[in-house]
């Protein structure tokens, strides 16, 4: 939708959009003049033909009228019918024939009015009155016709020329002077009017950009709709497909992890055959892996989905860490990896959920002591913030992230090249999952890396979940670790 807008917002100010000659929408807005003039122009020619008695013959006059009326409403009638025509034949090019040739029948018309005999002496006043009603007709008709240049000329041009022949006909120095400002007229009333069809094309134009962009926008609309809908279909088929996956995986599963442990660890007997031995550990490796996987998954649609509800508690951070420190001692010794551990002394309790932040530190530990090469070093540090929160770092000697893989490895089943090329065992969930967890802690995750210099990563829980936080009294450290904090501020927490 807004490569579209875009595409379109571009096309607005394109020079090479300006070609379309719109012939179709301009025939629409001279038939649309014409009939909305159908009684203003009988009303000017009654005002004229009554005007015209002080000079002219009556019996010449109601003739001329009705003419006119008659040549007038004949373009009206052709204006309906254009309007009324099908759209395919609206394009044939008659129509425009039609419009020229009724415009110049009208413009003759009008012509007639100067050529009628005068019933008495002539007088400067029906030289200046002729004049003027020229003025005014041709003015007229450039704003009715101006859209269609061809019948502009064809009803202003004859009378024009009608005008100018019968002043140049006298000897008096005041025709010449009218007949030259009636040539000049015309010609101004000519630019007038092909400046008037230049704002029409304009016009045209953006009202063709902007339906064009509202086509585009509601079919992007009908397609977000599809997409949701999909969407909507693919997400109850993945709760689905979980709900199926979480039981119809795991019973066969623990089924295989208990049996292959009893075969490895030779619970009902020795296993004389040592590949046999070791195709049990390779079971039980591959089970436990599978599982990990599922429950990760699970996890994950559970975070996503808003159903990973948190049962919060008062703990103490560092001893958390402290404990998954312990339970990745294993793992770190098998590697020949130190683990340091460090905190500051005398934190205070945070409100947080338990497994959820045992979760956290245990999935960035497995990461930090996976990804550190034989003899590194991990350090773990745990400490408070400036604004009075706390923070776990860990910080490893691995390899290292670098700068443009950093978002890949945040996403959901992304992994670095580094561990593609090593093939480290992973699903590329765990960042994704703590990443969602201390979100809803209402905390702050960072991950800092740089190639050969290893990765530092640091989780934030704000100040409002430490134990002590109060609106009116700054962060302090207490004294002595209690067992637990006040009911009123774990309330208020």
């Given amino acids: 939708m807004a490569r579209s ?121 029906l030289v200046i009155f002729h004049f003027a009603t020229l003025l005014i007709v041709v003015a007229m008709n450039t704003m009715q016709s101006a859209t269609l240049p061809k019948c502009l000329l064809a009803s202003t041009l004859p009378m024009t020329l009608v005008v100018t022949v019968s002043f140049l006909k006298q000897v008096d120095p005041i025709h010449y002077t009218l007949a030259a400002m009636a040539i000049g007229a015309q010609g101004f009333f000519f630019i007038l009017g092909n400046q008037l069809l230049k704002n029409a094309n304009t016009m045209l134009e953006y009202r063709a950009d902007k339906d064009h962009l509202i086509a585009e926008l509601e079919t992007a609309n009908a397609s977000s709709d599809e997409a949701r809908r999909r969407a909507e279909a693919a997400n109850l088929a993945k709760s689905r497909f979980l709900a199926t996956m979480s039981h119809e995986l795991r019973t066969p599963l623990n089924a295989i992890l208990g049996f292959s442990e009893i075969m490895k660890d030779e619970v009902l007997g020795q296993m004389h055959n040592k590949t046999y031995r070791s195709y049990a550990d390779d079971i039980h490796g591959s089970g436990e892996h599978l599982l990990n996987l599922i429950n990760e998954i699970l996890d994950l649609s559970r975070i996503e989905a808003g ?116 093939a480290e065992p992973g699903t590329g969930l765990g960042l994704s999952i703590v990443q969602a967890l201390v979100s809803m802690h209402d905390g702050r995750f960072a991950l800092k890396s740089k190639p050969g210099e290893g990765t530092e990563v ?26 637990g904090p006040p009911a009123d501020k774990a309330h208020s927490a």
Wanted: proline content about 5%; glycine content about 6%.
């Fill in 307 to 422: 159903r990973h509800e948190l049962h919060e508690e008062s703990l103490y951070l560092d001893d958390i860490v402290e404990e998954c420190a312990s339970m990745m001692n294993v793992r770190a010794k098998a590697k020949s990896v130190a683990l340091h551990h460090t905190h500051e002394p005398g934190l205070p309790r945070v409100w947080a959920d338990e497994r959820a932040i045992r979760q956290v530190v245990l999935n960035l530990l497995s990461n930090a002591v996976k990804f550190t090469p034989v003899g590194g070093d991990v350090r773990i540090m745990v400490g408070t913030t400036p604004d009075g929160g706390q923070h776990v770092s860990i910080r490893d000697s691995g390899p290292g992230i670098p700068e443009d893989e950093i978002p890949t490895v945040l996403e959901a089943f992304g992994q670095g090249s580094h561990a593609i090329k090593s």
């Fill in 458 to 483: 640091t989780v934030t829980l704000p100040r409002a979940r430490i134990m002590n936080y109060s609106l009116d009294v700054d962060w302090a450290e207490p004294e002595n670790r209690d067992d």
């Fill in 5 to 125: 807008a875009r595409s379109v917002h571009s096309r607005l100010g394109a020079q090479d959009n300006r070609h379309t000659t719109f012939d179709l929408e301009r025939q629409h807005l001279f038939a649309d003049t014409r009939i909305n003039a159908a009684y203003a122009v009988p009303l000017l020619a009654l005002i004229v033909a009554a005007i015209s008695v002080l000079w002219l013959d009556p019996v010449f006059i109601g003739v001329w009228f009705t003419l006119t009326l008659c040549t007038h409403f004949l373009m009206v009638y052709t204006s309906h019918a254009f309007e009324k025509a099908p759209s395919d034949q609206k394009a044939r090019i008659y129509w425009r024939r039609r419009f020229a040739l009724g415009d110049f029948i009208y413009g003759c018309s009008w012509a007639l009015f100067f050529l009628m005999p005068k019933a008495g002496e002539a007088s400067d006043g």
